[in-house]
């Protein structure tokens, strides 16, 4: 299995990783950001759900969800006028989880 990983690994990255890789870190070192991923883990969630969950103003949200957008980390559905973003991104929900896990360890 270690092999395996290892060859993922490259001893240099090209410029388009090392953007991609430093703006999924950014989004996730953005405390706002993270509450809005831990809230989309499970199920969808409305742009005004999110914001009353969460005590935000709509526009706050709105800004986050279209970072996280653009990096493909949450997606959306359209129903009327309303937007539904749900996680879109696996990997990252998974280190955001395993990260969650490892701040409550004791």
């Known amino acids: 299995m270690e092999e395996n990983m290892n060859e993922l690994f490259q001893d240099d990255l090209d410029e388009e990783t090392l953007f991609l890789v430093s703006q ?5 070192s ?3 950001r993270i509450r809005i991923l831990n809230l989309l883990i499970n199920k969808e969630h409305s742009v005004n759900d ?3 969950t969460l005590d935000l103003k709509q526009s706050t949200v709105s800004h986050q969800l279209r970072f996280l957008k ?3 980390l949450v997606k959306y559905r359209r129903e009327g006028t309303t937007l539904f973003y749900s996680q879109d991104d696996e990997h990252v ?3 955001l989880k395993q990260t969650i896990e490892h701040a409550n360890h004791s």
């Open 50 to 52: 999110i914001a009353e």
């Open 70 to 72: 653009n990096l493909r």
């Open 30 to 32: 953005d405390p706002t």
């Open 93 to 95: 929900i998974n280190m």
């Open 24 to 28: 999924t870190f950014k989004a996730l």
